[in-house]
């Protein structure tokens, strides 16, 4: 509290991101050349097609929570089990066969879901694959509780020398080094091969976990169940494209077991509720008229101003110190999209904040007042600029609360 005060004590910076004129920015990207977060000028850790990414698969996501018949709470325990198997067993044995040549015979096991007609229908190989509808947002999810510090967390780091400090003024033609762009990986890091991608209940489940990062890291750590991932990014791109294709595929190819279930604070349990989550806020960001098509694929002007808005946040949290500030649901939607980069996006954050950006609860309303109050003082602007409009600057409705199993 007190570094917020000093922080209210200053005047305000000149020339801050939030009044940099669209047609300055770069016309590659369609965002500003640098942003200034902190000591640092960055380039956007955020693209606007990973957002649009974001939403394809999310939207995906809510075909199968809307779709008539479907039990979603079964739906999200087994996509929990099908994801901890596909961790512990098939992707490292999809690595061993590669290693050794063997071009990839899989032995036989039983589905974890010995019925999963009542949960998901699954496509006929006869039949043409139908895209799912566009229904949702990326992760809107409220009231987290699970902020805590992870114990024996990856350590990931950004090499110091990619980052320049910068403590003037963003200006547009800096040509002062930055943080890695979205496309630029920590070393050791790879992406999974398009015939690699999982089934769907498997995305939902991975996609749900990244959304904890402490958690995710401490989890992904070496001998922790899902120690398979540590190295593996998610592939925004590549999973949207194929569900634009329906190309997903509907079940795991076999392996054998190779290791005994939840070794790590996560169990399969605790996953499910977070599946069953990112269903809870389809009927809240519908109502605000993100979810059509026509938005997804339409103008980028919300999507590069929630993306400049959300380096803005960033810095809010530098420039205070503080360790919780409330986003409005533009700003969560592109921080949640930041968030799928698993150990890129602790790294980045640690680098400019000073310490990974764990937060996991959106925070009151109490919160957002606050974070108002600070964001007005510091770029003098408002922080809620066009409530309930398809701008994507609504502050957020009411969420469900989020329960945990642990």
Known sequence: ????????????????????PVDQYDPATHLPGRIQVGSYSVKPLVRISDVRDHLTIMAAFASISLREGVNFGRFASHAAQEYEFWALSVLPHRRKMRNSGSGGSYHSLPSLSPDPSPVMSRRSSGRKPMPPALSIVGA????????????????????VETLVQSPGAMSPSSS????????EHPPRRRMLATSEIPTMAVLMAWHAHLLYPARYASDTAEGQTYASLADVIFPLAD??????NGNVPTSLERAPELRSHSISGWRVPDIAVAVQQQAGVVHVVRELGWLDPSFITGPIAPLQRAIVRYHAWLDLFSATHATRLRPTIDIELVWRTHQLRGGAYRSETDKLLGHPLDQAERGDD???RRTGSLWSKRFGHGYVEAPKTR?????GLR????????
């Not at 509290?1 to 940099?20: A, Q, T």
């Not at 999973?239 to 634009?244: D, N, S, Y």
């Open 1 to 20: 509290m007190v570094l917020i005060k000093g922080f209210l004590s200053r005047p305000r910076p000149e020339g801050s991101v939030l009044d940099l």
């Open 140 to 159: 809107m999810d409220a009231g987290r509780s699970n902020s805590e510090p992870a114990t024996g967390a990856l350590k990931l780091h950004i090499p």
């Open 176 to 183: 002062v080094s930055s943080l890695p762009s979205p496309t």
């Open 239 to 244: 999973v949207a494209a194929a569900i634009r």
């Open 366 to 368: 109490e919160l957002l």
């Open 391 to 395: 701008g994507m600057l609504h502050p």
């Open 399 to 406: 969420m469900p609360a989020r329960r945990s199993t642990m």
